[in-house]
């Protein structure tokens, strides 16, 4: 394992009081993707086909109105 893996390990047997076998760490490891890469990928086209386009949405209205109201304060 490496120096990461060890402190997490560590962290891990410190939180639960006991040991963490190699299958509870394998799978605490592993990342998203190895671990069920389906959800992983539905996540990825919930993120990009929904939550990207809102956030541009908010944040264009954001910014108007910062505009709108900076430049009426600028005015007098």
Known sequence: MSALQD???GMLN???GGGVGNLASSLL???????????????L????????PLT?????VMFSMELARN???GTR
């Not at 490891?29 to 996540?43: I, K, R, V």
């Open 29 to 43: 490891l592993s990342s998203p993707e190895a671990w069920n890469s389906g959800l992983y990928q539905t996540a």
């Open 71 to 73: 430049s009426a304060t």
């Open 56 to 60: 541009a949405v908010v944040l264009a």
């Open 14 to 16: 410190a939180v639960v």
């Open 7 to 9: 402190l997490v390990v």
């Open 45 to 52: 086209n919930i993120h990009q086909t929904a939550v990207k």
